[in-house]
């Protein structure tokens, strides 16, 4: 009866054993995922690497300077350059991103996010004529 009773226990152990080693990751990565405070988020690095699907919504504001379709980019007069996809939002210009070709010398507004070194257009909204 003793050699069952240790085979039990040694049954036993080797499950609590295992358990306890496949829980590990779980209960390491649990502390990074809260945040420090109610409503506190982690400050986001300047390279975006750290936290890639948190993107900050920013805006720029110049004159448009060219429209690459084949690259999906667009550039202002002071040298920025912007991407564009199908979900890019146009308003002031007729067929959308197509049309922004033959606005060259418009004031346009420009709200993008950053993701690495690409700045991705989200909406760009075209100045209405002789409106700077």
């Known amino acids: 009866m003793s050699k069952t ?3 039990v226990v040694a049954v036993l152990a080797s499950f609590a054993f295992l358990s306890f080693i496949s829980l590990q990751p779980a209960f390491a990565q649990a502390p990074q995922d809260k945040p420090a405070a ?3 988020q982690a400050p986001a690095s300047p390279g975006g690497s750290a936290q890639a699907g948190a993107q900050k919504s920013e805006s720029a504001k110049g004159e448009l300077k060219s429209v690459d379709a084949v ?3 667009l550039t202002l007069a002071s040298g920025e350059t912007f991407m564009y996809n199908d979900q890019t939002k146009v308003t002031g210009a007729q067929g959308g991103v197509a049309g922004l070709a033959t606005m060259s010398g418009r004031e346009v507004v420009i709200q ?3 993701k690495g070194v690409d ?3 989200t909406s760009i909204e075209v100045a209405a004529a ?3």
């Open 5 to 7: 009773n240790r085979g």
């Open 38 to 40: 109610p409503g506190a």
């Open 71 to 73: 690259k999906m980019t």
């Open 112 to 114: 993008f996010t950053s």
């Open 119 to 121: 700045r991705i257009a």
């Open 130 to 132: 002789g409106g700077k």
